[in-house]
């Protein structure tokens, strides 16, 4: 059984950085390939990152890389997303995301379990 929940989401200036955790509650997390979305306010869910089971292979759109980073700590059963230089495009809900299918997935459809969210406002 999978139970996500998201924080360390907050109201921070444009320029900072912030660090997104969440954690699973339940015991198979290593197992589990692991996803962070975001959805900006009246717009549609978007991909933001993917990570492996193992933790050695990720995945994030272009836009995103240098500036995000994700990672994750099976031992802790947490999954993190590292933010930096945030700009107000930045604002969204973020949430995270499990899935047992194998390999690296960016596809909101593709994964099964999710966080209820956590939000990141980027003032400027």
């Known amino acids: 059984q999978v139970h996500l929940v998201e924080s360390g989401g907050g109201l921070v200036q444009a320029g900072a950085s912030l660090t997104l955790s969440c954690q699973d509650s339940g015991r198979t997390f290593s197992t589990y390939v692991m996803g962070w979305f975001r959805q900006a306010p009246g717009q549609e869910r978007t991909f933001v990152a993917t990570?492996?089971?193992?933790?050695?292979?990720?995945y994030l759109p272009n836009s995103l890389k240098g500036r995000f980073t994700i990672s994750r700590d099976n031992a802790k059963n947490t999954l993190y997303l590292q933010m930096n230089d945030l700009t107000p495009d930045d604002t969204a809900v973020y949430y995270c995301?499990?899935?047992?299918?194998?390999?690296?997935?960016?596809?909101?459809?593709?994964?099964?379990?999710w966080g209820p969210g956590t939000q990141v406002t980027v003032s400027s």
């Open positions: 990570i492996s089971e193992s933790g050695s292979e990720t």
């Open positions: 995301a499990a899935t047992g299918r194998y390999g690296l997935r960016a596809l909101e459809r593709e994964y099964a379990y």
